[in-house]
């Protein structure tokens, strides 16, 4: 499957270097520029320094990490949020632009990109 809109950049923050490089092939294989962050200062480079189109939350982050990723986020834009997770319930409370994803299989998630930048 390829990605209808290419050149869109996809901020991915995960603390776990083994799920955003899998991440980050899906998304470059489909079309997408992929900007991987791992830690806080890498996340606000990138959302300083590019045009992000959505930002991925992983399921490695702990729920206060992800909270300070999302307001980090939106400091510099408003622009959709997906939030990984892996069982259960998503650990941020759904609001404006913030979509949840129960992850699956690497196709699965690619979907949820698509229609989240699709819907834009």
């Known amino acids: 499957m390829t990605a209808q809109l290419p ?3 996809v901020l991915v923050a995960s603390r776990d270097p083994v799920l955003a490089d899998v991440r980050k092939k899906v998304l470059e ?3 997408f520029e992929v900007i991987l962050a791992t830690d806080l200062k890498a ?3 990138a959302c300083e320094k590019h ?3 959505l930002v991925m939350i992983g399921y490695s982050l702990p729920p206060s990490e992800k909270r300070r990723v999302w307001d980090m986020a939106r400091e510099s834009s ?4 997906l939030e990984l997770y892996e ?3 998503p650990d941020l409370l759904e609001s404006h632009a913030l979509f949840a994803h129960e992850s699956g299989t690497p196709e699965d998630f690619l979907d ?3 229609k989240i930048l699709n819907a834009k």
């Open 87 to 89: 069982h259960g319930e």
């Open 112 to 114: 949820a990109v698509l």
């Open 29 to 31: 294989d489909a079309g």
């Open 78 to 81: 408003k622009v959709p949020i």
């Open 43 to 45: 996340l606000r480079e």
């Open 51 to 53: 045009k992000i189109s």
């Open 7 to 9: 050149r869109h950049t």
